[in-house]
C-alpha cells in the first residue's frame, strides 16, 4: 500500500473552502485515493475516492495531479461540522485493508 | 436501512480476562474488517472476514481471533487481554463481490475497551 504524507493540523473559517494536501507518491497505477474522516468519538466516514480523474460528490471535490504523486480534498464551504481528522489512503481494489495515517486534524473555525 | 452496528459499545474488563466484541454489518455487505485505534493514533487493520475465513490479517498475535457466521454477522475475541489492549475496536463493512463499491468501507461507532 502507498505511504501517504498529511499535515498533521490545519484551521479553516467557516463558510471557506478547505483545501486538504496528500502527498502518495509511491502510489502504484491501480492504486486508488481515499479519503474518510473521524469526528471525535465515531468511528471513520467514507467521504470520496478516485484513481486518475478528478471526482465530485455532494460531500467534497478530490483533485488527483496527473502523476498521481499527490491529491487535494476539497470541502467547499465548510461548516463547523467537518471539524473532524481526515485520512488520506492509498489501497488497491479488492485489498479492502485501509493503512491508517496520522491524518489531518481540520479546525473550521466561526 | 441500518448501517454497521457494534456491541456493545463499552466495555471494562481487568487484565488476563478475554472479551468478544460483536458486529452486524451493513445489508447487502459480505466482507467484515476489524481494526484497533489507540487513542491519539489511526485505526490499524487486525483482519478480514470474507466466507467465513479470514482472509488479510495485519500484524497482530495470535491471542485476537475472529468468526464470521453465515449471515456475515462477526466476532472479535481477545484472549488474556493486556493493559495495551485498550482502545476503540472498529468494525468495517464492504461489499468484496460487486466491484461497483469499489473497496469502500463503512464503519461502525466502535467499542471502546478499557483494560484495568
Known amino acids: 500500500d502507498a505511504k501517504t504524507t498529511q499535515p498533521p493540523s490545519m484551521d479553516c473559517a467557516e463558510g471557506r473552502a478547505a483545501n486538504l494536501p496528500c502527498n502518495h507518491s509511491t502510489i502504484s497505477g491501480n492504486e486508488y485515493v481515499y479519503w474518510y474522516r473521524q469526528i471525535h468519538s465515531q468511528g471513520p466516514q467514507y467521504i470520496i475516492h478516485?484513481?486518475?480523474n478528478n471526482e465530485t460528490n455532494e460531500m467534497a471535490s478530490l483533485i488527483i495531479t496527473e502523476d498521481r504523486k499527490s491529491s487535494t480534498l476539497i470541502l467547499p464551504h465548510a461548516t463547523l461540522r467537518d471539524t473532524a481528522v481526515y485520512y488520506c489512503i492509498g489501497g488497491y481494489f479488492g485489498n479492502e485493508k485501509l493503512t491508517f495515517g496520522t491524518g489531518t486534524r481540520l479546525t473550521i473555525i466561526p | 436501512d441500518a448501517g454497521v452496528t457494534q456491541s456493545p459499545t463499552h466495555l471494562i474488563k481487568t487484565r488476563g480476562q478475554q472479551v468478544t466484541l460483536r458486529c452486524s454489518p451493513k445489508s447487502g455487505h459480505d466482507t467484515v474488517s476489524w481494526y484497533q485505534q489507540a487513542l491519539g493514533q489511526g485505526p490499524q487493520f487486525i483482519f478480514q472476514?470474507?466466507?467465513?475465513?479470514?482472509?488479510q490479517r495485519g500484524n497482530f498475535p495470535d491471542r485476537f481471533s475472529g468468526h464470521q457466521y453465515p449471515n456475515y454477522s462477526s466476532e472479535l475475541n481477545v484472549n488474556a487481554l493486556l493493559l495495551g489492549d485498550s482502545a476503540l475496536y472498529l468494525c468495517?463493512?464492504?461489499?468484496?463481490?460487486?466491484?461497483?463499491?469499489?473497496?469502500?468501507?463503512?464503519f461502525g461507532a466502535g467499542t471502546r475497551l478499557s483494560v484495568l
Open positions: 472476514y470474507y466466507e467465513e475465513e479470514e482472509r
Open positions: 478516485g484513481l486518475k
Open positions: 468495517a463493512s464492504s461489499c468484496l463481490t460487486d466491484r461497483a463499491q469499489e473497496n469502500i468501507q463503512y
